[in-house]
């Protein structure tokens, strides 16, 4: 995981005039103590939403079971693991309604049956003439609309450096969220990232966005595009604080890692270690697929030079197949330090 360390600021709570520690790039702070959250400039967000987060014992539940449902051949990894990092991060994220209306026009290829008259000579030598049906590109105009009306949540940071934090954004669900309030998650001690994107900076890259959308859309299936108008109509602008989670822990000696989501605390993705008796397993049946590829290879030689050798043909197909299958697989896991598996 890259650092969200920055160099770090001081801000001035207005309300309970509590001194926050900024990133140089923040815009929208929350205050840690109170909860109060402004712009740089002292200015109101507006609306302001939030998700609820569940306990650290909750997202400890659900980790082990996450791990339990894919131990595989590894019993131990439940009662072995040591979790070193258990904390949640309330992620700042801008979202709003778009209706978006694009009108464009192109045009597209299609073949064109044309019939052409030719000369020939027949099987006595004589001239004759046939029609016969060539196809020509031709070119169909196009003219249309698209019209859409969606929710579009954006990360408020120039950046997503923690493990997970982009899958764990297109699973937001802005039917989970309520209205902002500090008093509900603050003796979970949560890291509040303040947002450094402001609402006009992200209502002006939403519009780039769902205009890109639109553009690639309608240029789908056409030869050209030669006139793609959008208009975007932004409605209700909303800063979102959601909550993410990430543990950490040990595996004899190694440190792995695993991405929740803080209002549910299920996973979203995580780390499984593979250890040195799965690499044996591992390794003996990517073995046990090279010496069954090899045979089947024999007996595909065999089957060439006989008649009447369907058997052998089918079999030491089918018995090279399967070994190259074991091999790929079996010496695939040889090479991995850890299995990655979604939640």
Not at 170 to 178: N, S
Not at 216 to 242: M, P, V
């Amino acid at each position: 995981m890259g650092s969200e360390a920055q160099a770090a600021d001081m801000f001035k709570c207005s309300v309970c005039n509590g001194n926050v520690k900024t990133g140089p790039d923040d815009y929208v702070i929350t205050c840690t103590y109170c909860g109060s959250t402004v712009t740089i400039e002292g200015k109101d967000i507006g609306d302001h939403l939030m998700e609820s987060a569940v306990y650290p014992e909750v997202r400890i539940e659900k980790f082990r079971g996450f791990l339990d449902k894919n131990k595989g051949l590894n019993k131990g990894l439940v009662k072995g693991v040591h979790v070193v990092e258990n904390r949640i991060i309330y992620v700042p994220v801008w979202t709003a309604k778009v209706k978006a209306d694009t009108w464009y026009k192109g045009y597209k290829t299609v073949q064109v049956p044309v019939q052409k008259q030719e000369t020939y000579r027949d099987s006595e030598g004589n001239t004759q003439t046939r029609t016969v049906t060539e196809y020509e590109t031709g070119y169909v105009p196009v003219q249309d609309e698209i019209h859409t009306n969606t929710d579009e949540p954006m990360l408020a940071r120039k950046g997503a450096r923690f493990y997970g934090l982009e899958e764990y954004l297109e699973k937001i669900d802005l039917k989970r969220a309520e209205s902002y309030d500090f008093s509900k998650i603050k003796d979970m001690e949560p890291i509040i990232l303040n947002a450094e994107i402001g609402n006009e900076e992200y209502e002006k890259a939403i519009h780039g966005r769902v205009s890109d959308r639109h553009r690639s859309q309608a240029s789908s299936g056409l030869a050209e595009l030669f006139d793609c108008r959008t208009t975007t109509n932004i409605l209700g602008t909303t800063y979102l604080q959601t909550p993410f989670s990430l543990i950490r822990y040990k595996f004899q000696g190694d440190l792995y890692k695993c991405a929740l989501d803080g209002h549910t605390g299920k996973v979203v993705k995580g780390e499984i270690p593979i250890t040195k008796g799965q690499r044996i397993i591992w390794t003996l049946f990517g073995l046990i697929g090279v010496i069954l590829a090899g045979a089947g290879a024999e007996i595909l030689g065999i089957g060439y030079v006989m008649e009447d050798a369907a058997a052998f043909l089918i079999g030491g197909g089918v018995a090279a197949v399967i070994g190259i299958i074991m091999a790929f697989f079996g010496f695939r896991v040889l090479l991995m330090t850890q299995r990655e598996k979604k939640g």
